[in-house]
């Protein structure tokens, strides 16, 4: 029932602990009843003893912890379930399911990426890292035409905003593939373009990125309009100004 997992989850651990149930049965209930929050929940609770993971705060996993983590649930129902469930699952959840989504948003960088990065190496950003992973192997393999209606929604609902740095140095990238980038990415701090094949028509798209801040056109001998490329520097050299005056907004 929605209010008892609400219940469950508003818990911190030590009194969940202290109610003396079993969480490995009531962890099996979660999955069989597909009860997501509540099994995301408990799953990290069985690989975590000793401290409070009900927030938070500055609290950090292991690799270890990480990786028992993603045990509990690698080949669930989790992982059958549709991209907008898992940002509706953080949405409701907040922050005592969030380190732990964390770990799932790794997984997934993992199955879309051949590099086997460690779950250290971008800690608590696992979510950016996936959408960017994936709109880069979008452009790149499937290319502006390949792209499907439906991938755009998907972009335009949950993916794009968390994609902020991305490079595409040295792929087979144009004009088409920067446009659709610009327009559902919008949130872009900086894009590597070196070596592509963009021409002009990309740095007025870019001019849509209103959080640019690095922009790199290397190798690109398409990009001959100085007068619009001098405007893109201008507003990303404010950009970079201002969020190294301000850290609020770094």
């Not at 602990?17 to 929940?41: G, P, S, T, Y």
């Not at 290397?218 to 005056?245: F, H, W, Y």
Request: proline letters at 2%; aromatic letters at 8%; one cysteine or more.
């Amino acid at each position: 029932h929605s209010s008892q997992i609400q219940h469950w989850l508003s818990l911190v651990d030590t009194r969940i602990r202290a109610l003396n149930v079993n969480i490995d049965k009531l962890f099996a209930i979660a999955q069989e009843f597909k009860a997501a929050l509540l099994c995301i929940r408990l799953a990290y609770m069985l690989c975590t003893t000793g401290a409070d993971t009900s927030s938070p705060g500055d609290t950090t996993l292991s690799v270890s912890q990480a990786k028992d983590t993603l045990m509990r649930l690698y080949g669930s129902f989790i992982f059958e379930c549709n991209l907008d469930l898992w940002f509706l699952w953080e949405q409701l959840g907040g922050s005592s399911i969030s380190l732990c989504m964390d770990c799932l948003w790794w997984q997934r960088v993992l199955r879309e990426d051949s590099v086997r990065l460690s779950y250290k190496s971008n800690e608590k950003c696992w979510k950016q890292g996936y959408c960017e992973v994936r709109v880069r192997k979008m452009l790149i393999y499937n290319k502006a035409s390949g792209i499907s209606q439906d991938e755009l929604i998907v972009w335009e609902q949950y993916i794009g905003p968390h994609v902020i740095y991305l490079s595409l140095r040295d792929c087979d990238i144009g004009d088409e593939e920067v446009q659709l980038l610009a327009s559902y990415c919008k949130n872009l701090e900086s894009l590597d373009l070196s070596n592509t094949k963009v021409g002009n028509p990309s740095v007025d798209h870019l001019m849509n990125c209103q959080n640019l801040s690095h922009v790199s056109f290397e190798g690109c001998l398409a990009v001959t309009d100085v007068q619009t490329v001098t405007k893109l520097l201008t507003m990303c050299k404010r950009n970079l100004i201002v969020s190294t005056a301000d850290p609020q907004t770094t």
